[in-house]
């Protein structure tokens, strides 16, 4: 039998387990880019090593036990405004871009939190950190829009935490930006019709996938439905990040089922892309 030294063991053992909880974790690649141009020499070096916290911050961490291995991509952009100083501590002030690179995404406009150069970033239940507790309203709030095309409103629960975590930073010392943030969970889990067609166009690609024209008719059917539901009552700015991200795989799919009345549609309604859902209509 092969005789590996016991630190090499260890070190066999460690890797296992990082790659094992890698596996499970629901972000993928994290990419995050950082402009700070609008800081003095001195800020930029204390925040020398955030990218890489962000980073280290979704890497490993389980945030929900029932949809694991997502390996969701996250794209986060940070351009910073400022420094003030708040209670004693130096604070940063911030905008921020948050996306999939798809057709989940969310710009805020006032992050505000203070960073230790030595210290890591933690996301507390109990003991608020104004940064921790930003990304991880972010996550929950990424996490659900992709549970919604798994499960039926399958998202609740994680809105439902980032909301918590939302109360819980209007009512600290640092409450800018937690009741705008208030405000975007109630628009996007109040946009029932958004969150029925997603959910209903990825049932329906999985469908035509398997070969079974039929049923993914039925669920591309509830698919238009619920897109009308925004039309008639919702700001389609959040519709228009789902068909920009898909409005190719749409067409293709609707063409071949032979839906010309619904590509006119969304022709209307998304007239920036409207060359590609008519492409294949005679005239």
């Known amino acids: ?41 001195s800020e930029r070096q204390e925040l ?45 002030h911030a905008q921020a871009l948050i996306s999939d690179a798809m ?14 150069p030595g210290g890591a970033i933690h996301f507390d239940p109990v003991v608020f950190d104004p940064l921790g507790n930003f990304l991880a309203f972010y996550a929950y709030a990424v996490m659900a829009g992709y549970m919604d095309t798994y ?21 600290s010392d640092f409450p800018k930006g937690w009741s705008t943030r208030i405000q975007l969970l109630k628009e996007v889990t109040g946009n029932k019709g958004l969150r029925e067609a997603r959910f209903a ?16 008719l039925k669920e591309f059917g509830f698919m238009m439905n619920g897109l009308k539901k925004v039309v008639y009552g919702f700001p389609v700015g959040r519709m228009q990040y789902f068909l920009k991200a898909h409005a ?27 060359n590609i859902y008519l492409k294949n209509i005679k005239k």
């Open 1 to 41: 039998m092969l005789d590996i030294p016991y630190f090499l063991t260890m070190r066999i053992l460690l890797s296992l387990l990082v790659l094992s909880s890698t596996a499970l974790t629901q972000f993928g690649k994290v990419e995050v880019t950082i402009d700070d141009r609008l800081l003095r020499e």
């Open 48 to 92: 020398s090593i955030l990218r890489d916290e962000v980073t280290r911050f979704f890497a490993g961490r389980i945030w929900n036990e029932d949809f694991q291995g997502l390996k969701i991509p996250l794209h986060i952009s940070i351009a910073f405004q400022g420094v003030a100083q708040k209670g004693g501590l130096k604070t940063f």
């Open 103 to 116: 057709d989940i995404r969310y710009f805020d406009k006032a992050v505000q939190f203070y960073f230790s």
């Open 151 to 171: 499960d039926f409103y399958g998202g609740n629960h994680a809105y439902d935490q980032a909301r918590e975590i939302a109360l819980r930073g209007i009512a």
């Open 201 to 216: 166009y990825y049932v329906a690609v999985d469908l035509f996938d398997q070969g079974k024209p039929d049923e993914a």
């Open 248 to 274: 190719i795989d749409i067409t293709h799919k609707l063409t071949i089922l032979g839906q010309e009345e619904s590509l006119k549609y969304l022709a209307d309604v998304d007239p920036e892309r409207k």
